[in-house]
């Protein structure tokens, strides 16, 4: 009899820690709140830059390219410039080869939400 009721704790035992096992795991992180920012490269199909783009936010396909919210362009060609849209301009890009990578807000954009 004796091994029986060994038996009950141990089995009872594991149950319980088999039980509060779902409570040690961690919560998931909540989202994150902050504006996601990519670089957005449009090139030739030899690979030269046309355009350089960072975007604010979403950047979607769609059946007129890729589209999202841009707050800096830098244009390569005739005679490069830096154009800067504090606001934010929706813009869609079509463009033979387009190269996406996340990046960090503009320092521009990060002095201008501190004023």
């Known amino acids: 009899m004796r091994e029986n009721s060994n038996s009950g704790l ?27 920012y990519a670089r957005v490269v449009a090139t030739d199909i030899r690979g030269r830059k046309i355009a350089e783009y960072v975007a604010e936010g979403k950047v979607s396909k769609t059946e007129e390219g890729t589209a999202f919210r841009a707050v800096e362009r830098r244009v390569f060609s005739p005679k490069p410039m830096l154009i800067r849209y504090p606001l934010g301009r929706p813009v869609t890009v079509k463009a033979p080869n387009l190269l996406i990578t996340p990046t960090q807000k503009p320092g521009w954009l990060v002095y201008l939400d501190r004023k």
């Open 10 to 36: 141990v089995a009872g035992g594991l149950l319980g820690i088999l039980l509060l096992a779902g409570c040690a795991t961690p919560a998931p992180p909540p989202p994150s709140t902050e504006t996601p």
